[in-house]
Nanobody, 121 residues
Framework: QVQLVESGGGLVQTGGSLKLSCTAS????????MGWYRQAPGKERELVAA???????YYADSVKGRFTVFRDNDKNTLSLNMSSLQPEDTAIYYC???????????????WGQGTQVTVSS
C-alpha cells in the first residue's frame, strides 16, 4: 500500500509563508483526488485544498488566494504553498489520497501522519 509522508511544517510569523510537501512511496496516478486537510485543536478535520489527477483544483474559501496546491504525478508528490499565513491557519496538516468522492468532498483511502504548522501573532 502506498504511504504518504508530509514535511515542511514549522513555526512562522503572521504574514509569513511555508511550503508543505507530501511524498508518496508509490504511484499516485491512480488516486483520482489528492488533498490537504488540516485539524486545529478542538476542531474537526477540514479539507483545505485538493487536486484531481488531470489538474482541476479545489480550495476552501478560507484559503483562496493564499494557498496553492500542486500535484506532480511523475514525482509522486503533492505540495501546498501557503502565504499570508494567519494564526487561524495553525493546525496539523495532513496529506490524503482518495479514489472516490467529489473534489469538494473526497473520501480519502490513505492518510499521512501529519505535519504541524504554527503561525504566531
Amino acid at each position: 500500500q502506498v504511504q504518504l509522508v508530509e514535511s515542511g511544517g514549522g513555526l512562522v510569523q503572521t504574514g509569513g509563508s511555508l511550503k508543505l510537501s507530501c511524498t508518496a512511496s508509490g504511484s499516485i496516478f491512480s488516486f483520482d483526488i489528492m488533498g490537504w486537510y488540516r485539524q486545529a485543536p478542538g476542531k474537526e478535520r477540514e479539507l483545505v485544498a485538493a487536486s484531481r489527477s488531470w489538474g482541476s483544483r479545489y480550495y476552501a474559501d478560507s484559503v483562496k488566494g493564499r494557498f496553492t496546491v500542486f500535484r506532480d504525478n511523475d514525482k509522486n508528490t503533492l505540495s501546498l504553498n501557503m502565504s499570508s499565513l494567519q494564526p487561524e491557519d495553525t493546525a496539523i496538516y495532513y496529506c490524503a489520497a482518495a479514489s472516490s468522492g467529489t473534489i469538494q468532498a473526497p473520501i480519502p483511502r490513505i492518510w499521512g501522519q501529519g505535519t504541524q504548522v504554527t503561525v504566531s501573532s
